[in-house]
T-cell receptor, first 110, second 115 residues
Framework: QQPVQSPQAVILREGEDAVINCSSSKALYSVHWYRQKHGEAPVFLMILLKGGEQKGHEKISASFNEKKQQSSLYLTASQLSYSGTYFCGSFIQGAQKLVFGQGTRLTINP | KAGVTQTPRYLIKTRGQQVTLSCSPISGHRSVSWYQQTPGQGLQFLFEYFSETQRNKGNFPGRFSGRQFSNSRSEMNVSTLELGDSALYLC??????????????FGEGSRLTVL
């Protein structure tokens, strides 16, 4: 039931773009994105509730393809502050649980 | 507005012992979820409580249990500790009807080390 994220890790230079993918074998009701910096608690980025819906947070946006049960997180012109581990969470329809992927570690270098 | 508070922040136990972790959610939040975080495994769902009722449970053995009180504070207990239980245990609260449409607010976690 755990969604699968790819890539597992990515290293960028400041100003470059990145895409993090999340896919599930189960029907998705919603997709949630969180970022966790080292030694800190995960912090909410956004929720996508409808198929094809895109949302944005700073220069971070995401899409949700309900039919393909996939979501992608887009980080544009990355900043040093974007470094951290990104988790996608899928809310399983019919269950009251938010299940997270294994995380994608993003490192932004100057 | 105070955030999610977890206690204790750090603790060391030995195999076979039991441990109780506490979580105070944000005022007004009735949903509390617990996660286990270990390197390489990400965030593993333990259980979720809403208004004192456990609504769902993850794939953990019966040694892991929890409860929620009328003031929404929650506790989780792990009995007969094993080395593999060493992890960061995160609690998260959410408003409304729970994590289906709401943001999860995480506490800083309780780091458990089992020797």
């Amino acid at each position: 039931q755990q969604p699968v994220q790819s890539p597992q890790a990515v290293i960028l230079r400041e100003g470059e773009d990145a895409v993090i993918n999340c896919s599930s074998s189960k029907a998705l009701y919603s997709v949630h994105w969180y970022r966790q910096k080292h030694g800190e608690a995960p912090v909410f980025l956004m929720i996508l509730l409808k198929g094809g819906e895109q949302k944005g947070h700073e220069k971070i946006s995401a899409s949700f393809n309900e039919k393909k049960q996939q979501s992608s997180l887009y980080l544009t012109a990355s900043q040093l502050s974007y470094s951290g581990t990104y988790f996608c969470g899928s809310f399983i329809q019919g269950a009251q649980k938010l299940v997270f992927g294994q995380g994608t570690r993003l490192t932004i270098n100057p | 507005k105070a955030g999610v508070t977890q206690t204790p922040r750090y603790l060391i136990k030995t195999r076979g012992q039991q441990v109780t972790l506490s979580c105070s959610p944000i005022s007004g939040h009735r949903s509390v979820s617990w996660y286990q975080q270990t390197p390489g495994q990400g965030l593993q769902f333990l259980f979720e409580y809403f208004s004192e009722t456990q609504r769902n449970k993850g794939n953990f053995p019966g040694r892991f249990s929890g409860r929620q009180f009328s003031n929404s504070r929650s506790e989780m207990n792990v009995s007969t500790l094993e080395l593999g239980d060493s992890a960061l245990y995160l609690c998260a609260s959410s408003g409304g009807t729970g994590p289906n449409t709401g943001e999860l607010f995480f506490g800083e976690g309780s780091r458990l080390t089992v020797l």
